[in-house]
């Protein structure tokens, strides 16, 4: 194979984000790419964990409420877009849908997701499950799809941003993301976000350090995927998982610690790099708000919080922001 074929092969952009990581004053890589297909499937059982309270506990906060979530939209007396950022596998957005299904209420379903597999099974199972849903997936980015708003124009929108995935966002970003989803809605619309909440910061940090190690191979197999998809040479078992929560902030952040001086190799950038013993590779923040964190966050934005669905324990919040 010659040299332009092997460097073809190679995803340009992971490898670009790759480089500027590893080239920034302090060493990071962008937790979205965790999910590969090893990824996700330890993503899946990460949510099974019993220290992993937050994927139960939003599950049970859209069983108890789902009809008063809903209950505004349905209320319009007219057809309306369900708009889903970051759809995933839609274990949660099922009770939301077949809430309304069962009612027979009008609705457009639209799940936006990074992943054209995942909205491929998506659609799959839930047409088995609901067959008249009219369900039309989007593949893209966030910023991407919510510039182009490839949904039924002149309707009420209800969007979903569930999961903590909004957590995902260092502030400065999340308040750049909220500029597009304001863009992308209309007087009256509705977000609802699911916020992880401020508590005991010990449950935090287990959350993120589970007794089985399954969270230290999810952040591990980030080093994995590089070796294997940009012709990569990390020792992988010589880092170190090491979340640590800081509860003023509300900031969760996981790294990876090198636990001796390494030399890693990038096939794909063509280039080394050094890392020192005890230096972290910053890999993850997954952000944690206190109810007044949100309130802010909507007067900031100019949403009006409707109501912070949550949990008997305080665990999570499922809010609903109205523009
Ligand atoms: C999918 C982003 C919500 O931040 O809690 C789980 C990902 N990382 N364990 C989170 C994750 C480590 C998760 N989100």
């Known amino acids: 194979m010659n040299q332009s074929n092997t460097t073809t092969a190679f995803d340009k952009v992971f490898a670009q984000d790759i480089l500027n990581g590893l080239t920034s004053p302090v ?8 999910y590969d297909e090893k990824g996700d499937k330890l993503f899946q059982q990460i949510m099974a964990l019993p220290e992993y309270y937050l994927t139960r506990t939003e599950f049970l906060i859209l069983e108890k409420y789902a009809g008063q979530i809903l209950q505004p939209f349905i209320n319009k007396g007219e057809k309306f877009n369900l708009i889903e950022l970051g759809a995933g596998n839609g274990y949660k957005t099922r009770i939301l849908i077949k809430y309304l299904y069962d009612r027979q209420v009008p609705f457009n379903y639209y799940p936006i997701d990074i992943s054209g597999n995942v909205l491929d099974e998506l659609k799959e199972a839930f047409l088995l499950e609901f067959p008249n849903l009219t369900i039309y997936p989007i593949k893209g980015t966030y910023r991407a799809t919510l510039t182009d708003c490839n949904w039924e124009k002149n309707l009420p929108n209800l969007m979903l941003f569930l999961g903590s ?4 966002f260092v ?9 597009y989803i304001t863009h992308a809605l209309n007087p009256q619309d509705g977000i609802l976000i699911g916020f992880d909440l401020k508590k005991d910061p010990q449950l935090i940090l287990d959350a993120y350090n589970d007794s089985k190690g399954v969270t230290r191979d ?3 197999n980030l080093l994995h995927r590089i070796n294997k998809e940009l012709d990569a040479d990390f020792d992988v078992a010589q880092f170190k998982h090491w979340p640590v929560y800081n509860p003023d902030s509300g900031e969760c ?8 001086d390494q030399t890693v190799n990038i096939g794909a950038l063509n280039k080394k790099f050094q890392i020192v013993r005890a230096e972290p590779i910053f890999t993850e923040v997954s952000r944690k708000f206190s109810l007044q964190d949100i309130q802010q966050l909507g007067i900031e934005k100019g949403f009006k919080i409707l109501e912070d669905f949550m949990d008997d324990e305080g665990f999570f919040s499922d809010s609903m922001l109205i523009k």
């Open 27 to 34: 060493k990071y890589l962008p937790s979205k790419y965790f």
């Open 165 to 168: 995935n909004f957590g995902n």
């Open 171 to 179: 502030e400065s970003d999340a308040l750049d993301l909220m500029d």
């Open 218 to 220: 999810f952040n591990l």
């Open 253 to 260: 952040k996981s790294y990876l610690v090198s636990l001796k």
